[in-house]
């Protein structure tokens, strides 16, 4: 994400990959792990820190397309 802040409007697709890649690898990861047995106590933090990256980079990439609009 530091390195598509860089110029936005021509990294944009790194950016919904990094998004999709939060999602999937980030968060679905976790909450698979809490489901199979693993400590909910660890695994949250994380799922808040991924969930941080998606909302940030989201509006984001919004607000970038809106200008190249």
Do not use: C, K
């Not at 106590?41 to 509006?59: E, K, M, N, R």
């Amino acid at each position: 994400m530091l390195w598509a802040a860089r110029n936005p409007r021509r990294y944009l697709g790194a950016v919904w990959l990094i998004v999709w890649l939060e999602l999937l690898h980030g968060v679905v990861d976790d909450i698979y792990l809490i489901a199979n047995g693993f400590s909910a106590g660890g695994y949250i933090p994380f799922i808040a820190i991924h969930l941080s990256i998606i909302i940030t980079g989201v509006l984001f990439a919004r607000q970038a397309e809106a200008e190249t609009a």
